[in-house]
């Protein structure tokens, strides 16, 4: 079968436009593939220089953040101690208390009183080491709700400053809400003093306790408690005439109202009188029985004239942190 010219013509068009299909497919399609590949590989390389040039332009001053971080961590920690042995801990102990005993005591202006104080420690065990949760508490004032109140302060506005402080002491309560565990070692002891006034005044020394370490005078991390209780003489007198001279009021006030109440006059002076009296009685009794006591035993216990307090002082540490300074420079040289 003999093909037309037409016939012939519509044949190699159709050869070569399948020619030309299957080269677009074989060699051209993989070729733009091969390319676009190319290219997002190239936008990623790109993407990586253009990081590493912004981390090498910033490399300098991350450097400086790490070291002021470093810095700044370093003098948090040196508030601490280091971890400690019991051993270490009694040296410790015994340095604390030579600083509370030898410390000045001065009055109202600023005078020195005593270049030290008179007071003995004994007693003194220290413990095993230990950790302890350090954290901020907040005192909330109590507040008392009942309906009445309810009802009489409802639709009263707040005022500014009250919301003010409220939005501070929030802000605090989460910013400073989290706890830390460190280490923590204590000692127990017992302070003793002629004088009342000397262990006030070693109670004062162990709150301004300081340490000069490095070239710096540095506030340790301490905690001290003691039950300690004072009595003010002084005071329970002058509050003792102030109920004296009430009381003489009173009766005389309540006197003159009876009278003109009732027409008759109440004796609550001579009663008065006849109390005191009494008293008076009972006072020389007592008196005659201690000094028989104080005859038939001549001398007195030492803890009439010795005032003293159990105290417990625990010392906490922290791990330091490495020096950065020698890893850094070790990377600026790579």
């Known amino acids: 079968m003999k093909l037309s010219k037409q016939e012939r013509i519509a044949v190699l068009v159709i050869a070569l436009i399948i020619l030309l299909g299957l080269g677009i497919f074989f060699f051209i399609v993989p070729k733009f593939q091969a390319i676009g590949e190319s290219t997002a590989a190239l936008v990623a390389k790109q993407q990586e220089l253009q990081t590493a040039t912004e981390r090498a332009n910033t490399k300098e001053q991350l450097g400086i953040d790490v070291i002021n971080a470093y810095n700044e961590g370093r003098n948090v920690a040196d508030m601490f101690f280091e971890d400690m042995t019991p051993y270490e801990a009694d040296a410790a102990v015994r340095e604390f208390l030579d600083y509370c005993k030898n410390v000045e005591v001065k009055d109202d202006q600023g005078n020195v009183i005593k270049k030290k104080l008179n007071v003995v420690v004994d007693s003194l065990t220290v413990g095993e080491p230990s950790v302890s949760t350090l954290g901020v508490s907040f005192f909330s ?57 000397e262990l006030m005044a ?16 540095i506030r340790k991390a301490i905690t001290f408690n003691s039950g300690i209780s004072r009595t003010y003489a002084d005071v329970q007198e002058k509050y003792a005439d102030y109920i004296a001279d009430i009381t003489k ?10 009278e003109k109440d ?31 006591q104080n005859n038939n035993n001549k001398t007195d216990s030492i803890d009439t004239y010795v005032y003293s307090l159990s105290a417990d002082v625990t010392f906490y540490s922290i791990e330091r942190m490495q020096d950065p300074s020698d890893q850094l420079a070790a990377q600026n040289l790579e």
């Open 262 to 292: 009732t027409g008759h006059k109440l004796n609550i002076q001579n009663a008065a009188a006849d109390t005191t009296a009494d008293n008076e009685d009972n006072g020389d009794n007592a008196e005659n029985t201690n000094n028989n």
């Open 249 to 258: 009021n009173v009766n005389s006030a309540a006197s003159k109202q009876f």
């Open 202 to 217: 070693f109670i004062d020394a162990v709150n301004e306790y300081q340490k000069d370490e490095s070239g710096n005078t």
């Open 141 to 197: 004032e109590p507040t008392v709700d009942y309906e009445l109140k309810t009802y009489a302060s409802q639709g009263r506005e707040t005022p500014q400053e009250v919301l003010d402080a409220q939005a501070r002491e929030q802000i605090l309560q989460s910013e400073l809400s989290s706890t830390q565990t460190v280490g923590s070692i204590s000692a127990q002891f017992t302070v003793s003093a002629l004088d009342e006034d």
